[in-house]
């Protein structure tokens, strides 16, 4: 069985709450959820092409965002997918001010201190960890930092989203210890690509660090100054998710 719930908007647009799908099986891998809930009329409005939830809808499957599973991922017994706006009306948004931005960097750099792990090198994810890595060398005194790019991509047919390094590190980080840096680690695969791509350039370590964190991420960085269930909207793309949201 699996069960489908409507929350927000979402709910109140539909008029239900919630439906049961009936399976033939006990088991299910994601992308077979995936395809059963494309069956039904009254949910595929909710997907974007292909497998994926549209930009302004967050999938939980078991109560965790469907991004941390697998493809193979198998779901033993019912199933409970959850879709949730994050439009106005959904699911709530933080909105972190400049100063936020300043105090969680700077703890995290205390952190760092603390933990005596000399940082020779910062590496930000673009485009989320620029301008935290910038702080962090900056409150680190750190004057080596690179930046990499990590892109998910999906082709027409395939269910799985595969990273793809679109700028690679350019900076010389051979027998160095690296910070990596990012604002957020949702899913937390964008920081796992990253750490596997900036370990084949040789580093002496390397370690991790973002301003916040997400309880379902499958990801824990080695530092971070919050965790938040909610949208974060940071002050260097707000124009972006308000555009998004329209």
């Known amino acids: 069985m699996i069960k489908v719930k409507l929350l927000g908007q979402l709910k109140n647009e539909a008029g239900w709450d919630s439906i049961e799908i009936p ?3 006990e088991e299910h891998t994601l992308s077979e959820v995936l395809s ?11 997907f974007a092409d292909g497998l994926r939830p549209r930009h302004d809808i967050i999938l939980f499957i078991n109560g965790r965002d469907y991004r941390v599973y697998e493809e193979e991922h198998v779901f033993k017994g019912p199933v409970e997918v959850v879709f949730i706006p994050i439009s ?3 699911i709530e ?3 972190v001010e400049w100063s936020q931005i300043e105090e969680y960097t700077s703890m995290i750099a205390e952190a ?3 933990d005596g792990y000399r940082v020779d090198v910062i590496v930000g994810i673009m ?4 301008i935290p890595a910038r ?3 900056d409150y680190l005194g750190v004057r080596n930092i690179g930046f990499i790019e990590i892109m998910f991509y999906q082709k027409p047919g395939e269910t799985r989203q595969k990273p793809v390094i679109r700028q690679p590190l350019t900076l010389d980080i051979s027998d160095k210890n690296v910070l990596i840096v990012d604002d957020v680690s949702d899913t937390g695969k964008s920081l796992q690509v990253a750490v596997s791509a900036v370990s084949l350039y040789g580093p002496s ?5 973002t301003l916040y964190l997400k309880p379902w991420t499958t990801f824990v960085p080695d530092y971070y100054a919050a965790s938040s269930d909610k949208w974060i909207v940071f002050p260097w793309e707000r124009n972006e998710v308000k555009s998004e949201l329209q």
């Open 36 to 46: 059963l809930l494309l069956e039904e009329p009254s949910i595929r409005k909710y």
């Open 135 to 137: 702080l962090a060398a």
């Open 127 to 130: 485009r989320g960890g620029v």
């Open 205 to 209: 370590q390397v370690k991790t660090a």
């Open 23 to 25: 399976v033939d099986k």
């Open 112 to 114: 760092v201190k603390e």
């Open 93 to 95: 948004l933080e909105y």
């Open 88 to 90: 106005h009306g959904g």
